[in-house]
């Protein structure tokens, strides 16, 4: 796992850490310490943590004009232990609702695992970004079973085109743009 880098070739456009107005603005990351794991497999120092023991995460782009964001994951989401989705929603997703964010495009193929505990916090972040939505990208086959067990798929879309979705091959924007034309489609078939 340690060779597993977040997405960079959007660097370009967009770097986390020097956005003032993101939750990891002025982090300094190194390239020969690695301190983060999960399950004891060290991962690549790149990755950012935010609370969680087992979760890592990436915000790969953010645009506050057009109120939406993509984020890779890394690791196990497992609400069940760590109660993941809390950290995630308090550390990043809420700060990021305060900009005015309200559309969030989840990377998980390297998620490992899901287990849930509920589904208040997913209510919340789905109530709180009123015309907004969160669209989760090439999950692991297991993880989207686990995710529809969860009954969170109300609050997720998932599934279907967004199971095998070439996303590397778009810019940012244009990846906005197709998968928000996928949502509309699936809201207003």
């Known amino acids: 796992m340690h060779d597993i880098e977040p997405h960079y070739n959007w660097r370009h456009h967009y ?11 002025g982090r300094r990351y190194s390239e ?8 004891n497999y ?31 994951l890394i690791g196990e989401w497992n609400d069940l232990l760590y109660n993941d989705i809390m950290y995630l929603y308090r550390q990043v997703i809420e700060v990021m609702i305060d900009q005015g964010i309200c559309h969030f495009i989840l990377i998980g193929e390297n998620v490992l695992n899901f287990h849930d505990d509920g589904d208040d916090y997913y209510q919340e972040w789905f109530d709180n970004i009123e015309d907004g939505w969160i669209v989760c990208l090439n999950f692991r086959e297991h993880v989207v079973e686990d995710f529809v067990k969860a009954r969170i798929d109300y609050y997720l879309a998932f599934g279907g085109k967004f199971d095998q979705f070439n996303w590397r091959a778009y810019q940012p924007i244009q990846l906005f743009d197709v998968i928000n034309s996928l949502i509309m489609k699936r809201l207003n078939p």
């Not at 770097?15 to 603005?25: G, I, L, N, T």
């Not at 020969?32 to 399950?39: A, G, L, Q, R, W």
Request: hydrophobic fraction near 35%.
């Open 15 to 25: 770097v986390a850490e020097r956005d003032s107005k993101s939750p990891f603005y």
């Open 32 to 39: 020969i310490y690695f301190t983060n794991s999960v399950y």
């Open 42 to 72: 060290l991962i690549h120092p790149q990755w950012d943590e935010f609370g969680s023991k087992t979760l890592y995460m990436k915000i790969l782009y953010c645009n506050y004009d057009m109120h939406f964001t993509i984020i890779e």
